[in-house]
Structure formats: C-alpha cells, structure tokens
C-alpha cells in the first residue's frame, strides 16, 4: 500500500511538472506573439501622412459645443458616435500631430488582438488560440485598420472583448465584474461602428445556444441593459440610416469575398492556400478533433454579417469594403485551427506559430511591401515634392 502511495505521488508531481512545462511554452510563446503584434503596429505609424478620411473626421472636430458636434459632426458622418466623440475630447488634451491622434488607435488594435487570444483560448482551446493570434497578427487587414484613426480598431477591440465576456457570462452568469464588462463592451461596440454591432447583436442571439437555467436570466437582463442604452443614440442611428450607403463607393463584384481573403493573405495566394491546409495538418499530425459542435458557430459568425452586407451593397446601396469586415474575419481565421485537439503537443503548436510568423512577416515586407507601399494617398508626401519643386523650379514653372 506504501508503494502504491509513492507510485501516485510520482505520478501526480509528473503531471504537475509537465502541466508547469506546458504553461511556460504557452506563455512564452504568447509572450513572443505579443511582441511581434505591438512592432508590427508601431512600426512607422505616424511617419506616414493622415489619410482622407482621418481628416474628415478632424475637420468635423472644430465645434464649440458638443451639441454642435453631434448636429454637425457626427449626424452627418454616417458613422455611430463614439469615434468621433473620442477624439473630440483626445485632441483637445494631446493635439492634432499625427502621433497623438493615432496613438489611441495603435493600442486598440493590439488590444483587441489580445481579447481575440483569450476569446478563443477560452471558447475553443489554447492550441487554436495560439495559431489563431500569430495568424492576426501578420495579417496587413488587422496593421492597417490599427494604423488609422478611424472606427475600425475600436470597433475591432470591443467586439472582441464582448465576445470574450460574452462567453464568460455564459458559464459564470453570477459575477457581477463579467456582467458589467459584457454591458460596457457590448454598448461601445455598438456605438463603434454599425458593422461591429451586427457582430455583437449575432454573439447576443448565438447565445440562446447557451441557454441554461443557472445562465438565462442574468444574460437577458444584461443584455436589455445594452438595449435600454443604446436608446440614448437611436435618433442618430435612423437619421443615419436613412441617409443609406456610401455613393462614392462602387458596387461589390462577384468575387469581392475572393478578393477580401487575397487582401487577408497580405495580397499573397500561397499564404491563403497557407491557412486553408492547416485543417489537413491538425489530421495528419493526429492532433484533429471534431468534438466542440460549437466551433461551427465560428464561420457563420463572418458568413452571416458578409452577405447581408453584400446583398445589401448589391440590391440597395454600396457600403461594403475591406475595412468593415475586420469584425468578422477573426472568427473565419480562428475556424481553420480550432480542429487541433485541447491535448495536442504544445510544441508542435509552439512549431507551427512560429512557421505561421516566419510567413506572415515574409509575405507583409517582402511580397506585399506593406510599409512600402501604402494603402491611401501620402498627402504629406505630395506636399514635401510639390514645397521642392517649387523651390527649385519656382512657382509658376511648377503650376505648369
């Protein structure tokens, strides 16, 4: 008896020691992650000039009244009001340089890129997580929508967040700080960007999938408690609804979703077809699973949201592009790893991150030029030739 006493308390310090080992690779490996996400958005971030949009929206900032802003600012805008309103109390603290306006918008983006691990670390398992997050965070969708002060990055951190409190309300209805943290994000999301919140009223209706007699009242009344404030912006939403799309923008093609993965895949098919086998290597690496019913929520989390913004940029008004679908591309990205196993070998997924890291930042510098070749016009560039060539060619030889 003394020696079966001994054997499992070998056994259970070998278990301590490999579930000690395991948290450390994990650890480190996010660590590493993380590090790569933060250089790749703070890498040259406000060397570059604002873009059109950005000063349209500073442009709508020059009001006395917050009353003013709202009329004038962000009924006009199309957009929900949170952005807008950010900034009008950010730039009056930090000023207009492109750094400070940016900056808020650089740690969004990281932010959320954070919340997106732990949603799926939590909803799926650490091993999609792991993948999931070194895939994000090369891809030039996430960099660049984090490198602009526009909706998109805070749009992107509250729907994350929500979809992460979102589940942890779901299996512990009864805190209070979880409760509070799904109102907060949830509320924010909506008034982020009306994409965002298709995203989040689609997280609230998956979770009846959920439903449980310990969970059901504390998620309805959490979630009417999102309703009741969002009324404090309805006005603004069916004033802006009314105005429809965008009549600048031009009518999707057929293959704009083919389009859209081309652009996730840092404009690099390989890289696509890349991401797309991953399920082919869970099944070979015999680390597959097909257990969690759940994960196929996953997909229809983007597919849901793309087709009516596709239907409706198709048969009403225009209103699709790149950008808004950065709320719905995480959960497709996380879909292609979730079929690894909660008891794959960490090291074949600390292997694989960073296999998907070593592509994705080849494929962003070296294929697409990311940091080369910006995606909106350089305002300041053409500003700094023009000061030049007047210089040496004088104002009327540089008209001509």
């Not at 919340?115 to 670390?121: L, V």
């Not at 099944?283 to 994960?295: A, D, P």
Request: charged share 15%.
């Amino acid at each position: 008896m003394c020696q079966f006493q001994q054997v499992l308390y070998y056994m259970k310090q070998f278990d301590k020691n490999e579930m000690l080992k395991t948290w450390k690779i994990e650890h480190t490996i996010f660590a590493v992650i993380l590090g790569i996400n933060v250089l790749l958005r703070f890498y040259n971030f406000s060397s570059w000039s604002l873009s059109n949009d950005e000063l349209s929206a500073i442009f709508r900032l020059r009001f006395e009244t917050l009353g003013e802003l709202f009329q004038e600012g962000i009924k006009i805008d199309g957009h929900p009001a949170f952005t807008q309103l950010f900034l009008y109390y950010w730039t009056k603290i930090f000023g207009l340089s492109t750094f400070s306006i940016r900056f808020p918008f650089v740690i969004s983006g990281i932010i959320g890129s954070v919340y997106f691990y732990k949603f799926i670390r939590l909803f799926v398992n650490k091993h999609a997580a792991i993948l999931s997050f070194a895939s994000l965070s090369c891809s030039q969708l996430f960099i660049l929508y984090s490198q602009l002060a526009r909706p998109y990055a805070f749009g992107f951190l509250f729907t994350m967040g929500f979809a992460y409190y979102w589940y942890r309300l779901i299996m512990n209805p009864d805190k209070r700080l979880i409760q509070i943290a799904f109102i907060l994000f949830g509320f924010c999301g909506i008034l982020s960007h009306y994409f965002a919140s298709m995203t989040i009223s689609l997280l609230l209706v998956s979770g009846l999938l959920f439903f449980s007699k310990s969970n059901y009242k504390s998620y309805i009344l959490s979630a009417l408690v999102i309703c009741i404030l969002f009324l404090s912006h309805l006005s603004i939403t069916l004033f802006q609804l009314n105005i429809g799309g965008v009549a600048w923008l031009p009518v999707p093609t057929e293959d704009f979703i083919y389009q859209f993965f081309h652009f996730l895949a840092n404009d690099t098919v390989w890289v696509l077809y890349f991401i797309v086998v991953f399920p082919l290597i869970a099944l070979i690496s015999k680390q597959f699973q097909v257990t969690y019913w759940k994960i196929y929520l996953l997909p229809f989390l983007f597919f849901i949201p793309y087709s009516i913004a596709y239907y409706y940029s198709i048969h009403k008004s225009p209103l699709m592009q790149f950008s808004v679908l950065i709320f719905f591309a995480p959960f497709l990205i996380a879909f292609f790893f979730s079929f690894f196993s909660d008891k794959s070998n960490i090291k074949l997924t600390a292997s694989l991150s960073f296999i998907i890291i070593i592509v994705g930042l080849y494929s962003l510098n070296f294929e697409r030029k990311f940091y080369q070749k910006r995606a909106f016009a350089d305002f300041k560039g053409v500003s700094e030739s023009v000061i030049e060539w007047t210089k040496k060619y004088k104002k009327a030889n540089t008209l001509n």
